[in-house]
């Protein structure tokens, strides 16, 4: 039998609705996962929960198991109202199930290059549904990480890690300076391709020597000349429209798969 809670007043459920403020997620190490897919996803790559919140109308084998392994791990699995569920998701719909999990971040220096055939490096990302899109592709292409260069956004906000369906558990998340980056890129044993609207290289005809590790820009300011600078090229994706760059995460999505054949 696990515990009930009702008032929104309650403690628990205060610490986790704080989870929405990057303040709180940093002070905590802890993020929000939701839906039972996503809670799933985390559990079978071996991180159970604190925290697990769910509906009273929840019930099926897979949130009998998260629940187990929650309290087996020594976190608390407590049955909540709609109406809680909605404040912590800030939903009116929400998701029937909510996961309080501890984020993990990879040293740069812990990274691998000969484990995966493709990298992403994100200088400066802004965007959380971006961020979470492009963890979301780095996860159905293989890619050995996602490493965040400078002042990015939280890849454990909850709208990053809703973007991500699932694959915020399945690809290494690593965070560097651009100072530290470049001392890093310098051992690079591939290629490194910076993605550039300005430059001359069709993405399609650059020569991608595995492992490639691939730099993006920012939403607005796209890659800094310092920051191409530390490429071995600069490749554009042709642009044949009244458009003038694609959105970031599409972008990232592109290279990737050009990058891993
Ligand atoms: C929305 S774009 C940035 C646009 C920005 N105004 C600029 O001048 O770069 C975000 C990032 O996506 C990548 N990107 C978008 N469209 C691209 C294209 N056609 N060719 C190469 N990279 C592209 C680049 O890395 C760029 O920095």
Not at 21 to 37: H, I, S
Not at 164 to 179: D, K, Y
Not at 232 to 252: E, Q
Request: with cysteine; net charge neutral.
């Amino acid at each position: 039998m696990t515990p009930r809670i009702t008032s929104l007043a309650n403690p628990t459920v205060k610490a986790v609705r704080a989870l929405h403020l990057r303040k709180e997620r940093d002070a905590t190490g802890l993020f929000v996962a939701e839906g039972l897919k996503t809670v799933t996803e985390g559990l079978e790559l071996g991180h159970a929960p604190q925290i697990l919140l769910y509906g009273p109308q929840a019930d099926h084998p897979l949130l009998r198991k998260a629940i187990a392994a929650t309290t087996t791990a020594g976190g608390e699995a407590i049955e909540v109202t709609e109406a809680i569920l909605a404040k912590v998701s800030r939903r009116d719909n929400p998701q029937a199930v909510v996961g309080v999990f501890r984020q993990v971040f990879r040293p740069l220096d812990t990274l691998e290059p000969q484990a995966a055939v493709c990298w992403v490096a994100l200088h400066r990302v802004r965007d959380p549904g971006n961020l979470g899109t492009i963890v979301r592709t780095a996860d159905a292409a293989g890619c050995g990480a996602v490493i965040l260069v400078g002042e990015c956004c939280d890849p454990y906000s909850v709208e990053a890690v809703r973007a991500t369906m699932g694959s915020i558990f399945a690809v290494p998340l690593t965070r560097a300076s651009e100072a530290e980056f470049a001392a890093w890129r310098s051992q690079w044993p591939g290629s490194v391709v910076g993605a550039l609207l300005s430059a001359t290289v069709d993405y399609r005809a650059a020569a991608y020597q595995t492992p490639s590790l691939l730099l993006m820009g920012n939403e607005q300011q796209g890659l800094p000349p310092e920051m191409a600078g530390l490429c071995d090229v600069n490749v554009k994706i042709p642009m044949r429209g009244r458009a003038d760059s694609l959105n970031l995460a599409v972008a990232t999505g592109v290279m990737i798969y050009a990058a891993t054949g």
